[in-house]
């Protein structure tokens, strides 16, 4: 059914197992990713650090935030939280 569910759930190892910070986020005209595209060519957010992955997670699933796998960047919990401290 739903296909995002469990990937908060996949590994110890990530930092976005950390539950959501904010109860609410803005809901987002653009998309994430673009979002992160812009920020990082400014320098409002550092160039990210690799995060290692979970193992057997899904490669095909690839966090441009994090530089790990699991999940897309769109999902990326820790970039909803960077994006929310940013506006
Ligand atoms: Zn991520």
Known sequence: ???????????VKSIEKIWPRFMR??????????????????DLVPTPRKVLSPDNVDS????????NI???TEECQALKDKIKDLI
Do not use: F, I, Q
């Open 25 to 42: 986020y803005t809901p987002l005209n653009v998309d994430r990713g673009k979002l992160l595209d812009e920020a990082l060519s400014v």
């Open 1 to 11: 059914m739903s296909e995002s569910v469990d990937l908060t759930l996949a590994g």
């Open 70 to 72: 699991g999940h897309m």
């Open 60 to 67: 095909t699933r690839k966090c441009r935030y994090l530089w």
